[in-house]
């Protein structure tokens, strides 16, 4: 059996044709790629206002400055997330405060983050993990209930709608990641979504050297240059085109592990928030012996993850934050999480060859 890797992008004919098409015209940075996929991205999301980011990262950094939010701030961040959520906010000057996650879905919870308020909280990052969405009901009240902003990381979850409205519209704004791993990738990319028309300016220009027109040499801020390239953006537009059927492909795919594992009783599958939406980022598997499956897995040509480290852990963001105490479900789900891949070109007969290696795993391994 060939390796199969946690995630492939599914590139094909329209996106070579798409990416051929930008070189052709010669309008290398963002022209009309860049507003076609912007026009797709808003129409999905349902979103007002959008602007690019180079990478998701960096959405969250550009969306924390429109904010306002630097030295002194607070931000509450799920201790269970990629580095890059508490990361963006060190990167403005502002501290990530961190908080335990539901000890069913994983999701941030409202309650959690009420705990950690101080009088220097200024905004809230709730995280889709998995491409799923916590309790924004709960979420929204509690930033409404304190006037916190909020600033939603929704990386993993392009498609992925809670009570029918899109992640990363709930908050003042929501950002996205094209990253080659992602639900649809443009190879890098990132998308800032708002709903005021003054973050929205402020996004421009923080965006694009501190000004509004590309044409003018006069600058009323400072700002970067967080432009992408309209290659990117065409790669990204077929990706739209198709997203439904990403979207049908990585469901196919995980009921596909459910039906093979149904009588596993080692595993089991994180559930989802009630009224959200699930567009699989990986499928997410709380496994017995975990840190003995993941290599047994990988020796068998599988490559598996475990879920995030915690960020509490972080060497690179946290001296002494070692409290385990505080966060008893992330280090259930670091302990027992791990990913499998759901990429749309992933075969029935290789999810049944990687169920039957699990299943293999538990008949035999003891500790
Ligand atoms: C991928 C990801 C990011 C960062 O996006 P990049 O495009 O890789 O910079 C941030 N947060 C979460 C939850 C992610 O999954």
């Known amino acids: 059996m060939d390796r199969i890797p946690q995630a492939l992008p599914w590139i094909g004919q329209a996106e070579k044709m798409s990416v051929a098409e930008t070189l052709d015209n010669a309008w290398v940075t963002e022209g009309s790629m860049m507003q076609a996929f912007r026009a797709q991205l808003l129409d999905l999301t349902g979103a007002r206002y959008g602007v690019f980011a180079p990478n998701g990262t960096l959405a969250l950094v550009l969306g924390l400055l429109a904010l306002d939010i630097g030295c002194g701030d607070e931000v509450i961040v799920p201790d269970l997330s990629f580095f890059a959520s508490?990361?963006?906010?060190?990167?403005?000057?502002?501290?990530?405060?961190?908080?335990?996650?539901?000890?069913?879905?994983f999701q941030m919870r409202a309650e959690y983050c009420e705990r950690a308020l101080t009088e220097n909280t200024k905004a809230i990052m709730p995280v889709h993990l998995f491409?799923?969405?916590?309790?924004?009901?709960?979420?929204?009240?509690?930033?409404?209930e304190y006037g916190l902003a909020v600033i939603e990381d929704a990386a993993q979850a392009v498609g992925v709608h809670?009570?029918?409205?899109?992640?990363?519209?709930?908050?003042?704004?929501?950002?996205?990641?094209?990253?080659?791993?992602?639900?649809?990738?443009?190879?890098?990319?990132?998308?800032?979504?708002?709903?005021?028309?003054?973050?929205?300016?402020?996004?421009?220009?923080?965006?694009?050297?501190?000004?509004?027109?590309?044409?003018?040499?006069?600058?009323?801020?400072?700002?970067?240059?967080?432009?992408?390239?309209?290659?990117?953006?065409?790669?990204?537009?077929?990706?739209?085109?198709?997203?439904?059927?990403i979207i049908t492909r990585k469901r196919e795919r995980l009921e596909w592990y459910k039906q093979d594992l149904a009588g596993v009783d080692e595993v089991e599958f994180v559930p989802v928030e009630d009224g959200s939406e699930h567009v699989p980022f990986r499928a997410a598997l709380l496994c017995q012996r975990a840190s003995a499956l993941l290599p047994y897995l990988d020796q068998r040509s599988i490559q598996t993850r475990g879920f995030f480290y915690p960020l509490h852990w972080q060497p690179a963001l946290w001296k002494d934050q070692g409290d385990d105490a505080q966060f008893p479900n992330t280090l259930f789900a670091s302990a027992r999480g791990i990913f499998l891949p759901v990429y749309p070109q992933l075969q029935r007969c290789q999810v049944t060859w990687i169920c039957d290696r699990i299943k293999e795993f538990y008949s035999h391994a003891t500790d």
């Open 131 to 144: 491409g799923a969405c916590p309790d924004m009901t709960a979420i929204m009240t509690l930033a409404e």
């Open 162 to 245: 809670y009570m029918g409205q899109h992640a990363g519209t709930f908050g003042d704004v929501g950002c996205f990641s094209f990253f080659a791993d992602k639900t649809v990738t443009s190879g890098e990319g990132g998308f800032v979504v708002c709903r005021a028309e003054d973050v929205y300016h402020k996004l421009l220009l923080l965006r694009n050297h501190g000004r509004r027109e590309s044409g003018s040499f006069v600058h009323s801020g400072l700002g970067w240059n967080f432009r992408i390239t309209d290659m990117q953006a065409a790669l990204g537009v077929a990706q739209m085109d198709k997203l439904t059927h």
């Open 86 to 105: 508490a990361a963006a906010c060190l990167l403005v000057g502002a501290r990530p405060v961190l908080v335990d996650v539901d000890p069913m879905t």
